[in-house]
């Protein structure tokens, strides 16, 4: 059984830096594409980055390029989300997701496995 659990997050001021990690279990992590994902209360989930089996595709929402990095260490099973110069607007739950496979998925409903969430407050 395919599980996926997130860390790193907390509080910070803005301009700080903090890294989401993403553990895969059940599984070996190259066999999946991830993604990390963020959403607010009463708002609809939105893709932060995505990244394909290897490493050698990414893709970054607007919002957060230039600022943040998706990688991976599929020997270790583990994803990473490196974020930096954050912003108060980068405050959201923030999710990591896998889907069986290649290609590299930006929609939620692309994705089969859901980690249960991890807080950043990022204050002013």
């Known amino acids: 059984q395919v599980q996926l659990m997130e860390s790193g997050g907390g509080s910070m001021q803005a301009g700080g830096s903090l890294q989401l990690n993403c553990t895969l279990s059940?599984?070996?992590?190259?066999?999946?594409?991830l993604g990390w994902f963020r959403q607010s209360t009463g708002k609809e989930r939105e893709v932060v980055a995505a990244?394909?089996?290897?490493?050698?595709?990414?893709y970054y929402a607007d919002p957060v390029k230039g600022r943040f990095t998706i990688s991976r260490d599929n020997a270790k099973n583990v994803a990473y989300l490196q974020m930096n110069s954050l912003k108060p607007e980068d405050t959201d739950e923030y999710f990591c997701?896998?889907?069986?496979?290649?290609?590299?998925?930006?929609?939620?409903?692309?994705?089969?496995?859901w980690g249960q969430g991890t807080r950043v407050t990022i204050s002013s």
């Open positions: 990244i394909n089996y290897n490493g050698g595709r990414v």
């Open positions: 059940g599984s070996r992590l190259v066999d999946y594409a």
């Open positions: 997701a896998a889907v069986y496979g290649g290609g590299l998925p930006r929609i939620p409903s692309q994705y089969a496995f």
